[in-house]
C-alpha cells in the first residue's frame, strides 16, 4: 500500500482490490445482481483535463499551494458514489484553481486574507473523505476556488496527561494522531469508517460517529475547545471540562462543515487504552427482535463498546455471518476494570429477547484482544468496505450508504418504510434487481441509528441520475417518518433537500446571520447547510 | 409548609426556619463570625410598595395577567443574595408592570404579540429560582416589563415509555414533573438545590446541573428536542436520539437564559427508577489527595451517581463531618444491575488515594436505599441550605456560593488561588472573620466543578456593595485561573462580568445575530448574556 492518495476514488494509491480481488468480487455479486460489462479501468494522471487555473497564489505563499492538475483533481470531489462515478467518467467539473497547503495557523490565515482580497471560495480540505458533496464547489458561483488542505497541521501539539488531553491539529489524519499519542498511553479511540483517510477538524466539522456505539457516539463529547480560524478573525473557545455558560460555543462549530471557520487545532478528551475486553454475538430470528435486545442493551446503563446489530443480508454481504441470522455485535472494553460481568449481564438480555449467544474470550479478557471471529470479521470488511464500493462501481453498479436515527416508538416502522421505499425508488429507477441491507451502527437509550447499504445495477451513462433519484426518495421517507437526513455522514451538498425539512426554519436564518458575523463575504464552503 | 411561594425570599411561605432553629443557627455560627445585631424580621405583604403600573394588560389576556403587588414584588427578583437582602430592605427596583400566567402556549404567543404591539421587555419567569439576577428588569431600560411566569404550563403531555421519553411543558416544577412520571415507573432524576422550585423550561434555559456527579452533569444530555415561541414565530427542533445534521439547534437554546425564546415544552429522556444501589464514604487527610481520588474515579468509566468531594469545613458546617477529614461521598445506582462490584472497583481506588472507606448497606443494596449517614446528612442539608442561607442573611451576615470548573492539570493551584482570592477580597471588603469552604459538586475524566460557599459578617446597608466586590474579585481570579464563571448556576446579569472575558468575542457577536433573528426588537430578556 502506498502512501500517496488516490486521486479518483477512496484511499491509498494501490490499496484497493487487484484484479484478482476484483474478479472474485464480481463472482460473488453476479448470482444476486447481473454484471453485464467488463470493469471500467480508473483514470491515470494523463488523463485528467482540467480548464485552467483562473488565479495565481502570491509569492508570500506560492510555495504552498499548487495547482498540478493531479492535485487539483484530486481536491474537485469528495468520495461519494457520484464523486467515484464522475472520476471515472474522466469528469472535473468546477476543479478548484489551486490548492493551498498552509504550514501552520498564519498561513491559513494568509489563505483567507488572499481568498478575501480576490473574492474567491475557500473549502476546507482536510481528509477528503466527504460522501455528502461537503469539499466541492458550489455550482452556479464563478467565484475563483481554492482548496484550504490542513494536511500539513498534522501534529499532536501537547499532552496533559493529568486531564488525559491533547491539543491537537485539525489537519492530523487518525493514524498519525493514535501513533502519536501511543507514546502516552492515551487513545482518542475515534474510528469511523473513513479513520485512515479523515482528520480530526473534518471530524469536527462533521460530527463524526466513531468507535463506540452506545454514550460517547460522535466526536462531539471529545472536544474540550476549538480554535478556527475565520475571514473576520481567530474564534477560540476555553479549555473545560463542563460549563453552563450560555449556550455552548463549541457546539456551534461542532458539524458547521466549514462554513463557520476553518478549524486549526481543538484540545480532545483522550482514553486510557483499554486492557479489558469481552465480547458476543447474539443471534436472532428478526430483526426486530435484535432491535428490541439492542434497545434494551442501550437502556441498561452498561454502556458497551460495540453493540451494533446487522440484519442477514448485511451479515451475508460482509461475511459475518450465513445469511440465516441477524447479528447483534456485543462488545465491552476498560482500562480500569473487568468486564466479564458487564457482558454476562449483556449476554442475559439478549437472551431475555429470544437472542442465542456466543460469548468468546471470556477468560482472556483479561489479555487478549477477547473478539470474536464474526465481530472481526465485520470490522476488517468496515475498514476494506470503501476500497470493495470503489470496485463495484467499477463494475458498473450503483453502490451507496445512507444513514439516519429515529426514536423506539417509531423504530420498526420506519425501518420497513425506509428499506420499502428505496426498493420502491430503486425499481422506479430502473436499478433492479438490488439488495438493500440494515445495520445499527449506533444506539441510544431513546432510540437508534440505522445504516442502509444499497447495491444495484447502474445503467451506463446514467448511473449518477439513477442515484440521485434514489436518495431524494429516500430523503423524503426518512423526513416524512421522522427521522434525521444524517447521523453521521453530515449534509454537505447531497443532503441539502433532507436538511432544510428537517433543521427549525429560524434555527436556519440564525445559522445565516452567525455566518455573517464571521464570513461576511460568503467565502466559507458557500452553500454548504445554508444558502449564504 | 405552605404551597404559596415565599415573595421575598427562597421557596414555600412558612417553610423557612422558625424562630427556634433561627436561634440555634445564630448559635453555631457566633463562635466563627460575631453576631452583633437582631435578626431582621422579613417583610409582610402589606409593606410591599411599588411604582404603579405602567401598562395594563388588553381584556383578550386579562384574566391571567396579575397586577397586584405581592405578585409583582414577588417577580422583581430571583433568589440571590442581594435578592433577599433587597426585599428584606423593603426595596423592589424596577418591578414587573403585569405578571401574565398565561395558561398554554397560545397565551405566551399572544404575550409575545402585546409585548411586540406595547414595545415592551418580556422576562421569562419560571420557578424565579435564578442566583444570578436571570429574572429581574434590566437598568436603564424605560420599556414596560412584563413577567411571564410559566407555571400553569406544568403537565406532562406525552409519554414515550419505548424510548423513555416523555414531551413536558416547560413551567413544571421538579416535584409535579416526578409525580406525573412515577405511574410510568419512570424518572427525570435531575435534581438541582432548587428542585422544588425551579422548572424544567428554566433548566434548559440555563442548563441546570442535576443530580449526577459524572457523565451526564448537565440537564443538556437528557434533552431530545426543545419548543420555544420567540417573536418571529415558533422554534422547534425535531425528536431525534441522535443527528450528525448540521450544528444542534437544540445546543443554541440550551443556556440562552430566556434571551433566544420562551420555552414551552420539550421531549425529555427519562430514566427507570433504580433498584440497586451502593454507597460510601472516603476519608482524606487532604482536599489534594481527595481530588485526585474523585479524579481516579471519573477516569474509571464507572461513572459513579454520586462523587462529591467535601472539604474539612464544607463537611463540619453540613454537618456531614467532624471538621478533620476531606470526605468523598461515592454512589452506584442502576434499574438494571447490581453495582456492588463498581463500588468495590471505586473503593479500591480511594483507598489507593490515601482514601480511609466506610461502605454501608452493601448487603442491603438490592433493596434498600444504600446511603450513608454522611451522604443522607449532607443530602438533606443540600435541599435545606437555601433556607439556612435566608436566616443566615436576616443575621446580617454574607452568605454566598460561587461554582466553576476547571481541567485537572491546574486543579490544585486553582482551587487555593480562588479561595485565597476569595479570602483577600473579603478582608478588603472588610467582610471578615469569614468562612471559605469548598466542594466538587461535578467530576470530569478532565477535570472537575469546585463549588464555594462563603460565609462571613456583613456591614448593615453596605452589604450588597461588600458582596459585588467579592464577587468581582473571585470573577477576576476564575477567569485569570481559566476557568468558567458559572458550571451550572449561569451568567444572568451577575455573572456579565466574567462571562464577557470567557466566550469567544466572535461568538458574541453571533449570539446578538442569532438573537436579531427571532428577536429584532431586543424584548426578551435584554442584558442577559450578551448586549442585544
Redesign the interface.
Known amino acids: 500500500m502506498g502512501t500517496d492518495r488516490c486521486f479518483w476514488g477512496w484511499g491509498f494509491e494501490g490499496a484497493g482490490l487487484d484484479a484478482t480481488e476484483q474478479r472474485a468480487l464480481a463472482q460473488r455479486v453476479q448470482p444476486f445482481i447481473p454484471i453485464e460489462s467488463d470493469p471500467i479501468i480508473p483514470p491515470t494522471p494523463d488523463e485528467i483535463h482540467l480548464r485552467s487555473p483562473r488565479i495565481r497564489p502570491p509569492d508570500s505563499i506560492a510555495s504552498w499551494c499548487r495547482v498540478d492538475a493531479a492535485s487539483r483533481a484530486g481536491h474537485t470531489y469528495g468520495k461519494s458514489f457520484a464523486d467515484v462515478v464522475r472520476a471515472l467518467e474522466r469528469r472535473w467539473e468546477r476543479p478548484p484553481d489551486v490548492v493551498a497547503a498552509p504550514p501552520d495557523e498564519a498561513g491559513v490565515v494568509a489563505v483567507l486574507e488572499w481568498a478575501s482580497r480576490i473574492d474567491a471560495v475557500v473549502i476546507p480540505y482536510g481528509g477528503g473523505s466527504s460522501v455528502v458533496g461537503g469539499v466541492e464547489a458550489p455550482r452556479g458561483d464563478d467565484r475563483p476556488v481554492i482548496s484550504c488542505d490542513l494536511s500539513r497541521l498534522d501534529r499532536v501539539l501537547e499532552v496533559?496527561t493529568?486531564?488525559?488531553?491533547a491539543l491537537i491539529q485539525a489537519g492530523v489524519l487518525g493514524p498519525s494522531l493514535e501513533a502519536q499519542l501511543r507514546p502516552y498511553e492515551l487513545t482518542l479511540r475515534h474510528y469511523p469508517q473513513s479513520f485512515e483517510v479523515s482528520s480530526l477538524g473534518g471530524w469536527i466539522a462533521?460530527?463524526?460517529?466513531g468507535h463506540y456505539a452506545t454514550l460517547h457516539?460522535?466526536i462531539?463529547d471529545f472536544v474540550?475547545s476549538v480554535k478556527a480560524v475565520?475571514p473576520?478573525?481567530?474564534?477560540?473557545?476555553?479549555?473545560?471540562?463542563?460549563?453552563?455558560?450560555?449556550?455552548?460555543?463549541d457546539?456551534?462549530?461542532?458539524?458547521?462543515?466549514g462554513i463557520l471557520g476553518v478549524i486549526t487545532c481543538a484540545w480532545m478528551?483522550l482514553q486510557?487504552r483499554p486492557r479489558f475486553r469481552a465480547s458476543a454475538v447474539a443471534r436472532f430470528a428478526t430483526f426486530e427482535a435484535g432491535a428490541r435486545a439492542a434497545?434494551a442493551l442501550a437502556?441498561?446503563?452498561?454502556?458497551p463498546a460495540n453493540c451494533r446489530l446487522l440484519d442477514a443480508g448485511e451479515a451475508l454481504m460482509t461475511g459475518a455471518g450465513s445469511g440465516e441470522a441477524h447479528l447483534l455485535l456485543i462488545g465491552f472494553e476498560?482500562?480500569?476494570?473487568a468486564v466479564d460481568?458487564a457482558m454476562a449481564?449483556a449476554a442475559m438480555l439478549a437472551r431475555d429477547h429470544g437472542g442465542a449467544i456466543e460469548i468468546r474470550d471470556r477468560s482472556a479478557s483479561a489479555t487478549g484482544p477477547g473478539r470474536t471471529d464474526a465481530a472481526d470479521q465485520w470490522r476488517s470488511a468496515f475498514l476494506r468496505a470503501p476500497y470493495i464500493r470503489d470496485s463495484l462501481v467499477c463494475l458498473g453498479l450503483i453502490s451507496e450508504t445512507f444513514e439516519t436515527?429515529?426514536?423506539?416508538?417509531r423504530?420498526d416502522v420506519f425501518v420497513s418504510e425506509i428499506k420499502a421505499s428505496a426498493e420502491e425508488a430503486l425499481r422506479g429507477a430502473g436499478a433492479w434487481p438490488a439488495i438493500v441491507t440494515c445495520r445499527l451502527t449506533?444506539v441510544?437509550?431513546?432510540?437508534?441509528?440505522p445504516y442502509f447499504t444499497i447495491l444495484a445495477p447502474g445503467r451506463g451513462s446514467s448511473r449518477v441520475a439513477q442515484w440521485r433519484d434514489v436518495k431524494a426518495a429516500v430523503m423524503t421517507a426518512i423526513n416524512d417518518g421522522?427521522?434525521?437526513?444524517?447521523?453521521?455522514?453530515?449534509?454537505g451538498r447531497d443532503?441539502r433537500a433532507g436538511?432544510d425539512l428537517?433543521?427549525?426554519a429560524?434555527?436556519a436564518?440564525?445559522?445565516r446571520?452567525?455566518k455573517?458575523?464571521?464570513d461576511p463575504g460568503a467565502m466559507l464552503n458557500p452553500g454548504v447547510?445554508i444558502d449564504p
Not at 462533521?206 to 460517529?209: E, K, P, Y
Request: glycine residues 10%; aromatic residues 8%; negative net charge.
Open positions: 496533559d493529568a486531564s488525559r488531553a462533521t460530527r463524526s460517529g457516539t460522535h462531539d474540550e475565520t473576520a478573525g481567530l474564534w477560540e473557545s476555553r479549555r473545560l471540562p463542563g460549563s453552563g455558560a450560555g449556550p455552548s460555543p457546539r456551534l462549530l461542532l458539524g458547521s462543515e478528551r486510557d434497545r437502556q441498561s446503563g452498561l454502556w476498560s482500562a480500569d476494570h460481568d449481564r436515527a429515529i426514536t423506539w416508538d423504530f449506533h441510544y437509550p431513546d432510540g437508534a441509528a421522522g427521522g434525521t437526513v444524517t447521523h453521521h455522514h453530515s449534509v443532503h436538511y428537517e433543521r427549525p429560524l434555527f436564518a440564525q445559522l446571520a452567525a455573517k458575523v464571521v447547510l
